[in-house]
């Protein structure tokens, strides 16, 4: 490993999280989401509702791919980082991480943490964790995230410190630490019918297709769970959810529609994370109409994107200016919001001789709110001139079917940092491009602002970036929406944080008053 003999004390860089670990004991310490739920008290077991997978469901977490999976995931294990609000890492199992002036090695100090069998956890665990999710053999959810990792020179200095060698300079290396399903495990391990993790809850039993028992962990490195007993209990519909929330059968209930919490909240506690989803429309710039920038350009000015939120997401979300990221880290602020110019709008459309064009826009019941949104964007593009027809399709199959195919689809995602937004959908190799934006001067300026040690010069390049997207790319962001869960009265401390970053169902901190 040659060159870590540049590897000094003196030579490394602090590139360290947003928040201090003082900051994040005060996460714990906000609010409950109802004044009814009082302090916070220790006892008693929580019942939380999530839609589930049937019996293909897996305690594995380098496998974990639906909410609830990754929410028991959570609970059962840790990560080396996780994503704070602003979608930017934040230390977990990694007490601190810093890099080597070239942006090649990072060594991470780990905190002083156990697993549920006593055994401390190790730079072997971690190591071992990350070989696993490499293993070429294998389809692991993490695999694209840590495949810059160069593991054969990566290595255990000690017990608490892990030396990642990587294969190229990358400043945003604890992006990957937090990548979803990237959870630490006991080095050898391999059955995970009874998971031994080291997270704030231990097994206890586990059903698949209907329910998941969890114990509270009394030497969480991070302070024993206010719960007694955290279970997940399975229902597919939201009515089913909703139904068993207000009959007292579970005391929390996952994924929400506006409408649905809406007609309850006075019935239920209703927590709202906001700009926890993009709502988009992807048009596909490598085939017509949409190689034609002026067309694009027409459909981000046709848009009235109020009525969209107020329609499709019942009012639940603002408003977005078609990029990916708003409030979160790197994102470019700067950039006036784009309003709705009906005139400009035809003009271009005529300029690009596509009057009365017949587009068809893909959509599916895949998503809350996407056939409500592509009926309403289809009458609005007709006051331009443009025919766009909504074709509803197979909501298993619709993510698979509109990554190739078509040339307009409806489009969400959840919360990541921008950075892996950019490299998982928008550079030349990128696997989910489904706009298919490939630009070699994009991808050498997305080189270039990941080889960037200095983090306001990388603010500056990610800016440029985005300026270049909200010309010319192929999303048309225009909501952006919240993430909704019902509680019982009686539950406290649910924050309102995007899904899948570190305080979205984070029932360490809950409890019940």
């Known amino acids: 490993m040659s060159h870590l003999s540049t590897f000094t004390r003196r030579g490394m860089l602090g590139l360290t999280a947003g928040l201090s670990l003082a900051a994040l004991a005060g996460c714990g310490a906000r609010e409950g989401s109802t004044a009814a739920a009082g302090d916070p008290r220790p006892g008693g077991r929580l019942r939380a509702a999530f839609a589930g997978g049937g019996a293909k469901e897996t305690l594995d977490p380098h496998l974990a791919n639906l909410f609830v999976e990754a929410a028991r995931s959570k609970a059962l294990y840790d990560k080396l980082a996780d994503l704070g609000d602003d979608a930017a890492p934040v230390p ?67 017990d608490r410190t892990v030396e990642f060698a990587l294969t190229r300079p990358f400043a945003e ?12 495990i006991p080095e050898s391990t391999t059955d995970f019918a009874k998971p031994v993790g080291s997270g704030p809850f231990k097994f206890s039993s586990f059903t698949p297709g209907r329910s998941t028992l969890l114990a509270r962990n009394g030497d ?24 068993a929330l207000l009959g007292g059968q579970v005391e929390y209930a996952h994924d929400l529609s506006p409408v649905t919490a809406r007609g309850n909240e006075g019935r239920m506690a209703v927590v709202r994370a906001p700009n ?30 109020q ?5 499709a997401l019942a009012g639940a979300g603002q408003v977005g200016n078609d990029l990916y990221g708003k409030g979160f880290r790197y994102y470019a602020e700067d950039i006036p919001q ?39 964007f289809a009458e609005q593009a007709r006051e331009v001139g443009l025919d766009i027809k909504v074709a509803t399709g197979d909501k298993d199959t619709f993510w698979a079917d509109t990554l190739d195919n078509g040339s307009l689809s409806s489009f969400r995602s959840g919360a990541m940092p921008i950075e892996s937004h950019i490299s998982g959908r928008l550079l030349t190799g990128s696997t989910t491009n489904i706009t298919k934006w490939k630009r070699p001067e994009f991808d050498a300026a997305y080189n270039q602002v990941v080889s960037t040690a200095d983090e306001a010069e990388r603010g500056r390049l990610y800016g440029d970036m985005q300026r ?5 790319g192929g999303y048309l962001v ?36």
Do not use: C
């Not at 604890?174 to 990548?179: K, R, T």
């Not at 991070?222 to 939201?238: I, K, S, T, W, Y």
């Not at 009525?307 to 329609?311: E, G, H, M, N, R």
């Open 478 to 513: 225009w909501g952006q929406a919240d993430w909704i869960v019902g509680t019982a009265q009686r539950v406290g401390g649910v924050r309102p944080a995007p899904a899948n970053t570190l305080d979205w169902a984070r029932f360490d901190r809950v409890w019940l008053g």
């Open 468 to 472: 270049t997207l909200h010309a010319e």
């Open 338 to 376: 784009r309003v709705r110019d009906l005139d400009r709008a035809r003009s271009l459309v005529r300029g690009a001789g596509a009057e009365g064009l017949s587009i068809a826009l893909r959509t599916s019941t895949a998503a809350t709110g996407f056939v409500e949104a592509a009926t309403v």
């Open 220 to 243: 969480y490195w991070e302070g024993a769970p206010h719960l007694d007993e955290l279970e997940f209990v399975l229902a597919g519909e939201e009515s089913a959810r909703v139904s």
């Open 92 to 158: 977990r199992l990694a007490e601190r991480w810093e890099a080597s002036p070239d942006l090649r090695t990072w060594r991470i100090t780990l905190r002083q943490a156990v697993f549920h069998d006593g055994r401390p956890v190790r730079a072997a665990d971690v190591l071992a964790s990350y070989a696993r999710i490499l293993d070429p053999k294998a389809s692991y959810r993490a695999k694209a995230s840590l495949a810059l990792i160069d593991l054969p020179n990566s290595r255990a200095v000690d």
């Open 276 to 305: 926890s989803g993009v709502q988009a429309f992807a048009m596909k710039v490598d085939r017509p109409p949409f190689d034609n920038r002026d067309l694009r350009e027409a459909m981000f000015l046709l848009a009235d994107r």
């Open 173 to 184: 290396f604890p992006n990957a630490l937090a990548a979803f399903s990237a959870y630490i």
């Open 307 to 311: 009525q969209l939120v107020d329609a």
